[in-house]
């Protein structure tokens, strides 16, 4: 149901990175429910819209939806599995993808993620990414980490966990990041007009984290991507200085309900001196 104005008061004051302490939590006990059909029989089947889903999905979403019931039970969400809160609302709202590149997943590759994103107004203010398959956690409230666990296991200390920020993009050339899934004619367009020194081929949204941590400087998406696909990610890099802008030029927005969720193109960037001017940031 939709969020009260006066609850709604309330959400907008959290504390981000208590959130994420949150997300990761769950992210964690979510990774090792997926684990179990890793390199298994997990019953996949194409969805309506031909994506593919599997029981990992379906186990990976029960255990972060029953969570945030608990935790965070009055703020709506939104899973790419159909649980969770379908309904207009505003303020603040929660995104979740339990498996985030099914298709890696599949065919066993370790690139596959559980997304969790805190989005208020519009914008994306805390999320986690969590690669269960390579023990590795992104994290951001208004501040962004990385650091290993395990599934199941229990969050290391703030000691044991490394502080991100996007690098100054190299004078002889950008690192440029694309799916194995999803490239198309119009990504090598797009990067031939850019100064890229090397182009690397990762899956799911740890592309996002690649350019948070200063591995990596650009990452365009061509064609629909869904909120949910992007919203962890997007928290992510844009806690570490980085930026995710639309086709139009502006930070990329969620929420949009009309749309259904839906994204269009958009161009994740590091360094925000290296964005040409064509595709800088627009306040109008």
Request: hydrophobic share 45%; with cysteine; aromatic share 8%.
């Amino acid at each position: 149901m939709p969020v009260e104005s006066s609850q709604n008061s309330d959400l907008l004051e959290l504390n981000y990175d208590s959130v994420a302490e949150i997300f990761a939590e769950l992210a964690v006990a979510a990774g090792a429910a997926v684990m179990q059909f890793y390199k298994a029989d997990s019953h996949a089947y194409a969805k309506a819209d031909k994506s593919p889903v599997c029981d990992a999905d379906v186990a990976g979403e029960s255990v972060i939806l029953e969570g945030l019931a608990a935790r965070l039970p009055h703020v709506p969400v939104i899973s790419e599995e159909g649980g969770g809160t379908k309904a207009q609302f505003d303020g603040a709202f929660i995104l979740v993808d339990p498996v985030d590149g099914t298709r890696e997943f599949l065919a066993g590759k370790d690139e596959f993620t559980v997304n969790i994103g805190l989005v208020v107004n519009g914008e994306p203010r805390a999320g986690v990414v969590y690669a269960p398959a390579l023990e590795r956690m992104w994290t951001a409230g208004r501040n962004p980490f990385v650091f290993s666990v395990a599934p199941g296991a229990k969050l290391p200390p703030l000691d044991l966990r490394r502080r991100i920020h996007i690098r100054k993009a190299a004078a002889d050339g950008l690192v440029a990041l694309t799916s194995w899934s999803h490239t198309d004619p119009r990504t090598s367009t797009f990067l031939a007009k850019l100064p890229v020194k090397e182009r690397r081929m990762i899956g799911s949204s740890l592309k996002f984290c690649e350019i948070a941590e200063g591995s990596a400087d650009v990452y365009p998406r061509f064609g629909a991507t869904m909120e949910w696909d992007t919203a962890a990610g997007d928290a992510i890099l844009r806690a570490a200085g980085g930026i995710v802008l639309d086709r139009d030029g502006r930070p990329l927005r969620y929420g949009k309900t009309d749309a259904k969720f839906m994204n269009g193109s958009f161009f994740a960037w590091g360094d925000q001196a290296a964005i040409p001017a064509q595709q800088r940031v627009r306040t109008a």
